[in-house]
């Protein structure tokens, strides 16, 4: 992201997979360490207008992608 902006990422807006769930339970480690250190089942993020991001999606489903909005740019 460009200096000065930051992002708000709503941690309920996807589903955990179970294999991040095993290797926290497992490996003892916090929400914030696993954040950090993998991506949680995450495989891409678009940072998109507002204006834009409701085509995109539409353009991204068509193509047989899993899209859902994580969050917000500030």
């Known amino acids: 992201l460009p200096e000065g902006t930051g ?3 709503d941690l309920n807006a996807w ?6 769930k ?3 339970e ?3 480690m916090s929400q914030a360490e ?4 993998f991506n949680c089942g995450i495989g891409m993020i678009l940072a998109v207008s507002a204006d834009r991001a ?3 999606t539409a353009l991204l489903r068509a193509e047989g992608e899993t899209v859902c909005t994580l969050g917000t740019v500030t």
């Open 34 to 37: 696993m954040l950090k250190t």
């Open 7 to 9: 992002a708000i990422i």
């Open 26 to 28: 497992t490996g003892g």
């Open 22 to 24: 095993w290797m926290a």
């Open 54 to 56: 409701e085509a995109l």
């Open 15 to 20: 589903d955990l997979p179970p294999v991040f």
